[in-house]
């Protein structure tokens, strides 16, 4: 099953813009994971941010994770052609061994 | 980093062959591998869960005998689609992790074409 939502589900914008993808989950978590996804590709993991942090920077990556409304920001700062991929959140990764649920994702295409 | 190696990429084949799909962590010993299927533009959905040594534990809905997953070492799972059909032709996933490597690695993916 699903975790939760992700919006917007397609975002187009123009290199050199930031770009922000919001995730929003059901249930309790540990912590919360940032995948990009190239178009026929496996997962790269970008970002893990735990239950008990609000923000976490990771070049120009900011995550943000507010468990009271059960939601995650994804923000890329700067975007670059190369950053065309789609953007999922995961939930459920408590440890190594534990599978992950993931969002519907957003596709982010972003025009040079 | 921890490398997960997923092999073949791409399989097209015709209807009611089996294929074998595999997934394999080069650096790293992982007691549990992940199979995930994703239909175009969409998410991923989990599949199964594979302990090493162990049967598989299947999600609500996948068929065990269609979906056949083996794990017999801390390197190695395989996912043996059974008799494919057209329907099943689709992109999947495997991820391996263990107790401590957080998070999961991902192979980049086979995406089966039955004919």
């Known amino acids: 099953s699903q975790q939760g939502e992700e919006d917007p589900q397609a975002l187009s914008i123009q290199e050199g813009e930031n770009a922000t993808m919001n995730c929003s989950y059901k249930?309790?978590?540990?912590?919360l994971q940032w995948y990009r996804q190239n178009s026929g590709r496996g997962l790269v993991h970008l970002i893990l941010i735990r239950s008990n942090e609000r923000e976490k920077h990771s070049g120009r990556l900011r995550v943000t994770l507010d468990t009271s409304k059960k939601s995650s920001s994804l923000l890329i700062t700067a975007s670059r052609a190369a950053d065309t991929a789609s953007y999922f959140c995961?939930?459920?990764?408590?440890?190594?061994?534990?599978?992950?649920?993931f969002g519907k994702g957003t596709r982010l295409s972003v025009i040079a | 980093g921890a490398v997960v190696s997923q092999h073949p990429s791409w399989v097209i084949c015709k209807s009611g062959t089996s294929v074998k799909i595999e997934c394999r962590s080069l650096?790293?010993?992982?007691?549990?591998m992940f199979w995930y299927r994703q239909f175009p533009k969409q998410s991923l959905m989990l599949m199964a869960t594979s302990n090493e040594g162990s049967k598989a534990t299947y999600e609500q809905g996948v068929e065990k005998d269609k979906f056949l997953i083996n794990h017999a070492s801390l390197t190695l799972s395989t996912l043996t689609v059974t008799s494919a059909h057209p329907e099943d032709s689709s992109f999947y996933i495997c991820s391996a992790g263990d107790r401590v490597l957080q998070p999961q690695h991902f192979g980049d993916g086979t995406r089966l074409s039955i004919l």
């Open positions: 995961a939930t459920g990764g408590t440890s190594g061994n534990t599978p992950l649920v």
């Open positions: 650096d790293f010993q992982a007691t549990t």
């Open positions: 249930t309790s978590i540990n912590n």
